[in-house]
């Protein structure tokens, strides 16, 4: 008896432990569930629970496919998860290469040089050089020419002029005879126009549009007249009387031409005396008598203003005897004056460019003879840099400011870092930028050449 009982028990806990892995094996594939850490009341080992946010709909069994979904969802969130930190640390590795690039461009300063081309010109007879294009414009009293990068000449352009002057703006340049009567206007690929005055020209200006303005007098007064970039004469122009209005010293135009800034010497109870005054032939100058939009003259009370330029729009800046104003043109039918910063020593240089405009002044103090000083075109000062240096020319080209005579050049950049001083064994006539940042081209009378500094 027993035994049977013995046996009767194993066989029913055989079959209890059966059904018991089976109802575990249909838990599994029934609710699929997610362990929880939480320890119940009696000190167990946690239990099951339904993943939180996961409806079922009547118990519904979750498919293999499903699952199998699921578990390429998640494999896919960790492959975008490294992916995004692949891409960060690449990020990262770039921009560090690039602040490091740009640290040394910007501090790092160079000793010496080294020809990587060199090309022979035609030298004629030669009276500049002007930055154009990709390097410059040459012009001389025969013609002129376009000289690229690479040292080739883009195009040429004869003519016959006694003292050719020249001005460039953008794509744009014009070549006039000063006290004489021709006007060639010059693009990119070559003259686009050609103009001719009665009275002999004093001075030109041209826009970034092509728009060229020529100065003109006669015995008595003074007439700044415009034309198209075809040579066509337009219909307006500016007359002064030198005995009442004054005498212009220089004229600039806006980039896009429809404005005009002039400078102007007069007499005013027997002392000379100097003005600025700007022009607008746009839409807003119509009602405006003579177009005249703003003048300043009590700014310039003691001093002679022979240089203006137009920057950046809407910036312009004036150079007077004791140093620089700044005015904005925001508001077309009113020019401001933003800032003026005055020079107590000589000054013996003012130069510009859209975005910067400098001035050398001697240095009465220290061991150094000369002071360079660098605005911003809204008058912001950028930087002040003592130095002795004997120099005849001074070109600003990007963020360089180029110092350079007939065989040497001292450069620094607007950070006021000297990234080069060298002499040269060739004679130089032009120096700017090369197509690299380690690279200038050096153009003489003779000779252009491209050479990269070490």
Sequence with gaps: MFIFQEKKIMSDFNSMSRENKKQRLRQRVV???????????????????????????????????????????????KARGRSLLTAAAVVLLLGGAAGGWFYYQRNYSYTSYETVWQADLNQGSLVGYESFGSNVLKYTKDGASYIDAKGKSVWTESFEMKNPIAAVNGAYAVIADRQGNS?????ENGRVGQAST??????????????????????????????????????????????????????????????????????ESGELRSRVVFYDFSEVGKSVPNRLVGGFDDIFVGTM?????????PYSCAFSGNGLSFFTSRNLASPELITQVTVEE???????????????AQNTTGEYSRRLMVYEKDGTPVFTREFNYEYTHADIDGDL???????????????????????FD??????RKGRMPDTLIVTGPQQMREIKLR
């Design 426 to 431: 060739f004679a130089v006539s032009k120096i």
């Design 183 to 187: 006007i060639y206007i010059c693009g």
């Design 401 to 423: 400011i180029i110092l350079y005579n007939e065989d040497s050049c001292r450069i620094f950049n607007t950070a006021g870092v000297e990234k080069l001083y060298a002499t």
């Design 305 to 313: 203003v022979p240089e203006v330029t137009y920057m950046e729009a």
């Design 31 to 77: 609710t699929n569930p997610v362990w929880s850490e939480e320890k119940s009341s009696s000190g167990g080992q946690g239990s099951y629970s339904e993943p939180q946010g996961r409806q079922r709909q009547q118990n519904r069994p979750m498919s293999y496919e499903e699952d199998g979904e699921e578990a390429a969802r998640r494999a896919l969130k």
């Design 198 to 267: 009665v009275l002999p020209i004093t001075r030109v200006a041209i826009s970034a549009t092509g728009i060229t303005a020529a100065g003109l007098e006669d015995s008595t007064s003074s007439y700044i007249v415009f034309f198209r970039r075809d040579g066509t004469q337009l219909e307006v122009t500016v007359k002064t009387v030198m005995g009442g209005d004054g005498y212009p010293m220089d004229i600039s135009l806006s980039q896009d031409g429809t404005q005009l800034m002039c400078s102007y010497a007069y007499i």
């Design 346 to 360: 000589e000054i013996q240089s003012v130069f510009s460019s859209d975005e910067y405009a400098a001035v050398i």
